[in-house]
């Protein structure tokens, strides 16, 4: 694991991603050491430009808060959201897809069917719904990503354990008499976790996404400052105030480009065969 | 003529192409015309018969369409539109009204006291809540020429005068529409009026055309030759389309308050803020006196000096307005300015809430509230950070509850909140628009706009009763400065800011904004200057 580890951070692209994360997950954790008011307090002058004030170096909102600590406190928000939200799909697929390809047959189906059913709904509108249904807020946010973003990562598993469970090594444990919670989580899981790994970190930025477009849209947390909520507040305001959707702007893109760019070396890592260099 | 025909054909084919162009496909053609005004509908009206629908923007264009028996001006006194003069008797129950002897609807059939009677003994009886709380006041109403109608009250009602504004009480043709039912009444999608202008076209998200009417009663009126009302669903496309001359007015909340003093600087717009007097809403918080803790009128007085008028002008509206000081706004009749008042001060706030118990506790909270946030765009959710804010500063935790439009109603209607924003109307009396807020008969379940809060005294039921059926302005001014003085120590609300619309148009328009209901009137005067 050192090893792999080491050539993530030869990866120049990777090293940079990991780099910036490392700094985005500081800032968010420092967030009230930093900015020990809250990021809605109003704290200076509405609309005043960012590099004016030393106090303010990112300007300040039309309600004179402080943008420098709204994207400082809407980090956390992303990142708790991007995880915990990427956890839960991964939990939910790998057992569904675990289940369905160690098993095969009617469980398989069945589990395959549900899975279909929840692709068939766009992923975005369905979130939208649930938020909307269960009330904004945190908790119904991660729920919402969480159960439109696992049917990708229960089709990969079920793929991987259909193909694991014919080999040598399952059919000798099998011979062996080890029970079937014994070889999934001992034998197979562990061999089927590169691929995961490697599409979470994907989904981190996919999911940070989802929420910045749902709080975009206004139904974020509304007791919760976070980049998305920026931009869609500042939107109407862009002609005499740029800075304020700018700055979130910039950071949501640059974290997904820095979880982008981790994943890609992640793939290269654990998927040798697979590197860009042998597609290429 | 065929230069112009090509530029409209081309305009349209583009307007399926690209969305931007099809947002304005009549200003191409109507910029050459004289007497042309382009105005903004936002958002589309649902419908164009003012007698089912009152929306804010079904009032600005049907009022060119619908007429009723008077207007007012800025100071609510009556002019005469449909009637040409009334008599109201000594002891206050009997409204005589003449009306006007040319005037017809038009379908071309002369406009005579059967419709009157028509609208509102059926018509609005059942179709208009607000318009049927008025009429049930009248024993009879009847015809006794074609143009003399006679309205006798039961006992009188003081704000009697007030119901016969266009949208309140807007004239109703009889022959197409009695023994009908009036929702599925064909002539619903073809508005037949009285008024200065009739609907010549109707493209669906895209603009409203009328045209003058050459058969109005209006000597030599209206002037102008055609209206267009742009259908821009956009904030940011709107105030685009007046910066560029494509519409020469706004109004209401069609811009955002930052755009309106950017573009009210322009020389060729001008800002008339007078015209609203009619609708002068008190932006304000309810509190559901039901609940702990806001059954306490200390905590709710400690709620209003927490709160800094102010800023909240300043920074959520923009200063457009003034600091409200209670339940009436200054520009309606009968308000009083000699009421308790609640300048910010935490001390006071902090005070009245260690009197009632509530200590912080270690990390500074005193007790938990919610604030239900009202779901009509990006100023009221400004507006529930602001107070969120501002009463944290005396330990008061509000944790932001979001709805939909339907959903906020629904909870509003239910009682199922614990404070929440509004700014309704108050429709030029406070008989009419206020006293539905405060009176105990008027608490209904299930009913937005109702009395909400649950508050209920008697001595203000009393007053607000006594003030609808006083004979002369001084009695009811004695009844209402009472009841401001009591609601205002009693505070069921906290009433923040007098909120003032801007209409913004060109200057080579006059003569636009002359009554009380400015952009809903008629604009039967408006006229073109150079």
């Given at each position: 694991m050192n090893s792999n580890l080491w050539r993530l951070l030869k990866d120049p692209g990777a090293a940079i991603g990991i780099a910036l994360l490392v700094a985005v997950v500081v800032v968010a954790a420092l967030a009230p050491v930093l900015y020990p008011q809250d990021p809605w307090s109003m704290a200076g002058r509405p609309f005043l430009p960012p590099f004016t004030d030393p106090q303010f170096p990112l300007g300040t909102d039309m309600m004179g808060r402080d943008i420098a600590a709204g994207l400082a406190y809407g980090a956390r928000v992303s990142l708790i959201v991007g995880i915990v939200s990427t956890a839960c799909a991964i939990v939910l697929g790998v057992t569904l897809g675990g289940i369905?390809?160690?098993?095969?047959?009617?469980?398989?189906?069945?589990?395959?069917?549900?899975?279909?059913?929840?692709?068939?709904?766009?992923?975005?509108?369905?979130?939208?719904?649930?938020?909307?249904?269960?009330?904004?807020?945190?908790?119904?946010?991660?729920?919402?990503?969480?159960?439109?973003?696992?049917?990708?990562?229960?089709?990969?598993?079920?793929?991987?354990?259909?193909?694991?469970?014919?080999?040598?090594?399952?059919?000798?444990?099998?011979?062996?008499?080890?029970?079937?919670?014994?070889i999934i989580l001992r034998q197979i899981l562990p061999n089927t976790l590169s691929p995961v790994l490697v599409m979470g970190s994907l989904m981190v930025a996919s999911a940070i996404l989802t929420e910045a477009a749902i709080s975009f849209l206004g139904l974020g947390d509304p007791n919760m400052m976070s980049w998305g909520y920026m931009i869609g507040a500042s939107r109407t305001v862009i002609r005499q105030a740029w800075w304020m959707s700018f700055f979130p702007g910039l950071v949501i893109v640059l974290v997904v480009l820095m979880i982008n760019l981790v994943g890609e070396g992640l793939n290269d890592v654990l998927n040798p065969r697979l590197a860009r260099k042998g597609r290429a | 003529m065929k230069d112009l025909a090509l530029t409209r054909r081309t305009l349209l084919a583009g307007a399926?192409?690209?969305?931007?162009l099809?947002?304005?496909?009549?200003?191409?053609?109507?910029?050459?015309?004289?007497?042309?005004?382009?105005?903004?509908?936002?958002?589309?009206?649902?419908?164009?018969?003012?007698?089912?629908?009152?929306?804010?923007?079904?009032?600005?264009?049907?009022?060119?369409?619908?007429?009723?028996?008077?207007?007012?001006?800025?100071?609510?006194t009556p002019r005469p539109s449909l009637a040409k003069s009334w008599e109201i008797s000594p002891d206050g129950r009997t409204y005589t009204f003449k009306l006007q002897e040319n005037a017809k609807w038009h379908d071309g059939k002369p406009f005579t006291a059967d419709d009157v009677v028509f609208t509102t003994k059926e018509f609005l009886m059942e179709v208009h809540p607000r318009a049927r709380v008025i009429f049930e006041n009248c024993e009879t109403i009847e015809a006794l020429d074609p143009h003399t109608v006679r309205f006798a009250l039961k006992k009188p009602f003081a704000p009697f005068l007030m119901a016969f504004e266009m949208s309140t009480a807007p004239m109703i043709p009889a022959h197409l529409y009695k023994g009908t039912n009036y929702r599925t009444n064909p002539n619903n999608a073809k508005p037949i009026g009285t008024g200065p202008f009739k609907l010549a076209e109707w493209q669906k998200g895209s603009f409203i055309r009328l045209v003058r009417n050459p058969d109005y009663h209006g000597e030599g009126e209206p002037h102008l030759d055609e209206m267009y009302f742009h259908i821009l669903p956009d904030a940011g496309s709107r105030a685009l389309a007046l910066e560029q001359g494509r519409v020469q007015q706004t109004q209401f909340q069609d811009l955002e308050p930052f755009d309106v003093q950017r573009l009210a600087s322009l020389p060729n717009i001008q800002l008339i803020t007078k015209g609203y007097e009619f609708y002068a809403p008190v932006a304000r918080i309810e509190f559901n006196t039901r609940v702990k803790p806001f059954d306490d009128k200390r905590f709710r007085q400690a709620v209003n000096y927490a709160l800094d008028r102010k800023a909240i002008l300043d920074t959520i509206f923009f200063s457009q307005g003034r600091v409200a000081t209670g339940p009436l706004n200054s520009k309606t009749r009968f308000y009083d300015a000699d009421v308790t008042r609640y300048a910010f001060d935490l001390e006071k706030a902090k005070a009245l809430l260690d009197d009632m118990g509530l200590k912080p506790g270690a990390n500074g909270v005193r007790t938990q509230v919610k604030f239900l946030r009202l779901p009509w765009g990006e100023s009221w959710a400004r507006?529930?950070?602001y107070v969120k804010q501002s009463l944290a500063k005396v330990?008061?935790?509000?944790?932001?509850?979001?709805?939909?439009?339907?959903?906020?109603?629904?909870?509003?209607?239910?009682?199922?909140?614990?404070?929440?924003?509004?700014?309704?109307?108050?429709?030029?009396?406070?008989?009419?628009?206020?006293?539905?807020?405060?009176?105990?008969?008027?608490?209904?379940?299930?009913?937005?706009?109702?009395?909400?809060?649950?508050?209920?005294?008697?001595?203000?039921?009393?007053?607000?009763?006594?003030?609808?059926?006083?004979?002369?302005?001084?009695?009811?001014?004695?009844?209402?400065?009472?009841?401001?003085?009591?609601?205002?120590?009693?505070?069921?609300?906290?009433?923040?800011?007098?909120?003032d619309f801007p209409t913004l148009i060109d200057k080579r328009f006059t003569d636009t904004v002359v009554s009380a209901i400015g952009v809903n009137e008629t604009y039967r005067r408006a006229r073109k200057v150079g």
């Amino acid at each position: 694991m050192n090893s792999n580890l080491w050539r993530l951070l030869k990866d120049p692209g990777a090293a940079i991603g990991i780099a910036l994360l490392v700094a985005v997950v500081v800032v968010a954790a420092l967030a009230p050491v930093l900015y020990p008011q809250d990021p809605w307090s109003m704290a200076g002058r509405p609309f005043l430009p960012p590099f004016t004030d030393p106090q303010f170096p990112l300007g300040t909102d039309m309600m004179g808060r402080d943008i420098a600590a709204g994207l400082a406190y809407g980090a956390r928000v992303s990142l708790i959201v991007g995880i915990v939200s990427t956890a839960c799909a991964i939990v939910l697929g790998v057992t569904l897809g675990g289940i369905a390809g160690y098993y095969g047959g009617l469980a398989d189906d069945a589990l395959m069917r549900v899975t279909e059913f929840f692709q068939t709904i766009p992923t975005f509108i369905f979130a939208l719904v649930m938020v909307a249904i269960l009330s904004p807020s945190i908790l119904s946010i991660i729920l919402a990503i969480g159960i439109v973003s696992w049917p990708p990562v229960a089709r990969l598993v079920r793929a991987e354990f259909a193909s694991l469970r014919g080999r040598e090594f399952v059919q000798a444990a099998i011979a062996l008499g080890e029970s079937d919670r014994h070889i999934i989580l001992r034998q197979i899981l562990p061999n089927t976790l590169s691929p995961v790994l490697v599409m979470g970190s994907l989904m981190v930025a996919s999911a940070i996404l989802t929420e910045a477009a749902i709080s975009f849209l206004g139904l974020g947390d509304p007791n919760m400052m976070s980049w998305g909520y920026m931009i869609g507040a500042s939107r109407t305001v862009i002609r005499q105030a740029w800075w304020m959707s700018f700055f979130p702007g910039l950071v949501i893109v640059l974290v997904v480009l820095m979880i982008n760019l981790v994943g890609e070396g992640l793939n290269d890592v654990l998927n040798p065969r697979l590197a860009r260099k042998g597609r290429a | 003529m065929k230069d112009l025909a090509l530029t409209r054909r081309t305009l349209l084919a583009g307007a399926s192409a690209t969305s931007l162009l099809s947002l304005l496909p009549g200003p191409a053609l109507a910029a050459g015309g004289a007497g042309v005004l382009n105005v903004i509908a936002f958002p589309e009206p649902p419908t164009l018969f003012i007698g089912l629908d009152q929306n804010g923007s079904t009032q600005t264009v049907a009022g060119k369409i619908y007429e009723s028996l008077l207007t007012y001006d800025f100071d609510f006194t009556p002019r005469p539109s449909l009637a040409k003069s009334w008599e109201i008797s000594p002891d206050g129950r009997t409204y005589t009204f003449k009306l006007q002897e040319n005037a017809k609807w038009h379908d071309g059939k002369p406009f005579t006291a059967d419709d009157v009677v028509f609208t509102t003994k059926e018509f609005l009886m059942e179709v208009h809540p607000r318009a049927r709380v008025i009429f049930e006041n009248c024993e009879t109403i009847e015809a006794l020429d074609p143009h003399t109608v006679r309205f006798a009250l039961k006992k009188p009602f003081a704000p009697f005068l007030m119901a016969f504004e266009m949208s309140t009480a807007p004239m109703i043709p009889a022959h197409l529409y009695k023994g009908t039912n009036y929702r599925t009444n064909p002539n619903n999608a073809k508005p037949i009026g009285t008024g200065p202008f009739k609907l010549a076209e109707w493209q669906k998200g895209s603009f409203i055309r009328l045209v003058r009417n050459p058969d109005y009663h209006g000597e030599g009126e209206p002037h102008l030759d055609e209206m267009y009302f742009h259908i821009l669903p956009d904030a940011g496309s709107r105030a685009l389309a007046l910066e560029q001359g494509r519409v020469q007015q706004t109004q209401f909340q069609d811009l955002e308050p930052f755009d309106v003093q950017r573009l009210a600087s322009l020389p060729n717009i001008q800002l008339i803020t007078k015209g609203y007097e009619f609708y002068a809403p008190v932006a304000r918080i309810e509190f559901n006196t039901r609940v702990k803790p806001f059954d306490d009128k200390r905590f709710r007085q400690a709620v209003n000096y927490a709160l800094d008028r102010k800023a909240i002008l300043d920074t959520i509206f923009f200063s457009q307005g003034r600091v409200a000081t209670g339940p009436l706004n200054s520009k309606t009749r009968f308000y009083d300015a000699d009421v308790t008042r609640y300048a910010f001060d935490l001390e006071k706030a902090k005070a009245l809430l260690d009197d009632m118990g509530l200590k912080p506790g270690a990390n500074g909270v005193r007790t938990q509230v919610k604030f239900l946030r009202l779901p009509w765009g990006e100023s009221w959710a400004r507006f529930a950070e602001y107070v969120k804010q501002s009463l944290a500063k005396v330990g008061i935790a509000v944790e932001i509850e979001s709805a939909d439009p339907a959903g906020w109603t629904s909870r509003y209607a239910n009682w199922d909140f614990q404070m929440t924003s509004n700014y309704p109307y108050q429709f030029g009396d406070p008989a009419l628009g206020v006293a539905r807020f405060f009176v105990s008969s008027n608490i209904r379940k299930g009913v937005a706009y109702s009395n909400n809060t649950g508050y209920t005294n008697p001595r203000v039921d009393e007053l607000f009763a006594a003030g609808a059926s006083a004979l002369s302005d001084a009695e009811r001014q004695k009844a209402y400065s009472e009841v401001q003085k009591i609601l205002t120590d009693e505070v069921p609300m906290a009433w923040l800011v007098e909120v003032d619309f801007p209409t913004l148009i060109d200057k080579r328009f006059t003569d636009t904004v002359v009554s009380a209901i400015g952009v809903n009137e008629t604009y039967r005067r408006a006229r073109k200057v150079g």
